[in-house]
Nanobody, 113 residues
């Protein structure tokens, strides 16, 4: 069993920044493919960014150039740095261990003035 816990959400003004963190248990975190997803009200959950064990990344077109995913294997943690936030980024953000199928409980991000 792998536990996945997100943190760092909150309320931010348009143009602001937030950094989300996701801690995943397990002694082989370095083997995990990690992904950040989001789900806005009335919409399907979508992949925002993912990072491979080797550090390769991919992003949704809507966040390219604004969001950065990174990982710290020593801390069993993956991060999502979100800059230049827009109201349409408002959603519950979820972390997933892609190659194990484990999800976190989600953290709310609200972008509003």
């Amino acid at each position: 069993q792998v536990q996945v816990v997100e943190s760092g959400g909150g309320l931010v003004q348009p143009g602001g920044s937030l950094r989300l963190s996701c801690a995943a248990s397990g002694s082989i975190f370095s083997d995990y493919v990690m992904g950040w997803y989001r789900q806005a009200p009335g919409k399907q959950r979508e992949l925002v960014a993912a990072i491979s064990p080797g550090g390769s990344t991919n992003y949704a077109d809507s966040v390219k150039g604004r969001f950065t995913i990174s990982r710290d294997n020593a801390k069993n943690t993956v991060y999502l740095q979100m800059n230049s936030l827009k109201p349409e980024d408002t959603a519950v953000y979820y972390c997933k261990v892609q190659n194990r199928g484990y999800w976190g409980q989600g953290t709310q991000v609200t972008v509003s003035s």
